[in-house]
């Protein structure tokens, strides 16, 4: 809330809106475009967002979806704990738990695997187009463009 009274006060964005992802305060189908980057894995149900996100789509719209590998992005950070290089890849607000030296990020609620967000999106989307972010060897983030099925 703190961010949006700032961007108000600096007239930077005239509208802005703090709400729920689980539920939309829009009417149906009134979106072209829908941009949903790294938001996922912090919500606790992935399913209604993307359940709202439908329901706000234009039926020929365009929706972006990003969410990061946790998977490798936690193996790599293992290797570097372990090879004592997390020093100079790993900021600290990303360093592993102080108590348990966890390296996972404290913040996601949920980690998405490739399959899994197939699966979460495969009732209402078409699979336009998949990126892996840098490329496909180190697939840090994965980038979906989207089309909502009829």
């Known amino acids: 809330m703190?961010?949006?009274n700032i961007s108000r006060k600096k007239g930077k964005i005239r509208n802005l809106l703090q709400g729920?992802?689980?539920k939309l305060p829009f009417k149906d189908g009134i979106f072209?475009?829908?941009l949903l980057t790294d938001v996922l894995e912090h919500v606790l149900h992935p399913s209604l967002v993307l359940e709202e996100i439908y329901r706000v789509s234009?039926?020929?719209?365009?929706?972006i979806l990003s969410v990061p590998n946790d998977k490798l992005?936690?193996?790599?950070k293992k290797i570097a704990q372990y090879l004592r290089l997390s020093k100079y890849f790993i900021t600290e607000y990303h360093r592993p738990c102080k108590k348990s030296g966890n390296v996972k990020m404290d913040w996601h609620i949920h980690e998405f695997t490739l399959k899994k967000m197939k699966d979460l999106l495969k009732k209402r989307w078409n699979i336009n187009n998949l990126r892996c972010i840098p490329n496909i060897l180190m697939p840090f983030q994965f980038l979906f463009f989207?089309?909502?099925?009829?």
């Open 58 to 63: 234009a039926k020929d719209g365009l929706f």
């Open 73 to 76: 992005i936690n193996r790599c």
């Open 20 to 22: 729920n992802a689980e």
């Open 32 to 34: 072209p475009y829908i």
């Open 146 to 150: 989207l089309s909502p099925k009829k």
């Open 2 to 4: 703190h961010l949006l």
